[in-house]
């Protein structure tokens, strides 16, 4: 089954203008699961970042890294999240989670 994932401009423009979220499209519904950034380090030297949001512990998973441009972050964002997914425990407990913290907000 393939991985319906989509990227979208963060609302949080002010902290910078290549921030994305990864959204996975889930049943007629929508959950934010990571992000893809520009990230800034000393001497205005910058790199992208991929992040897995780990709302549930993650151990054997990788769940973040850095890729040469945002098309490779998403590369590795989706392999990353594939490995993760096909385990459908980890799936079903990730979503629960993530559904919990937006009702709760």
């Known amino acids: 089954m393939p991985i319906d994932l989509d990227l979208r401009k963060s609302s949080q ?8 979220r990864v959204i996975l499209k889930d049943d007629d519904d929508e959950v934010e ?9 000393a001497g205005a030297a910058y790199y ?8 549930i512990p993650m151990r054997g ?6 890729g040469g441009d945002r098309a490779d972050c998403m590369r590795k964002f989706r392999e990353a999240w594939a490995r993760f997914a096909a385990d459908e425990a980890n799936l079903t407990m990730f979503l629960a989670e ?3 913290a ?3 907000r």
């Open 33 to 41: 699961i990571g992000s893809i950034s520009v990230q800034h380090s």
């Open 48 to 55: 992208w970042k991929w992040a897995i949001d780990t709302v």
């Open 102 to 104: 937006r009702r709760a």
């Open 98 to 100: 993530k559904r919990r």
């Open 13 to 20: 423009e002010q902290l910078g203008p290549e921030i994305y």
């Open 61 to 66: 998973h990788q769940t973040q890294g850095r």
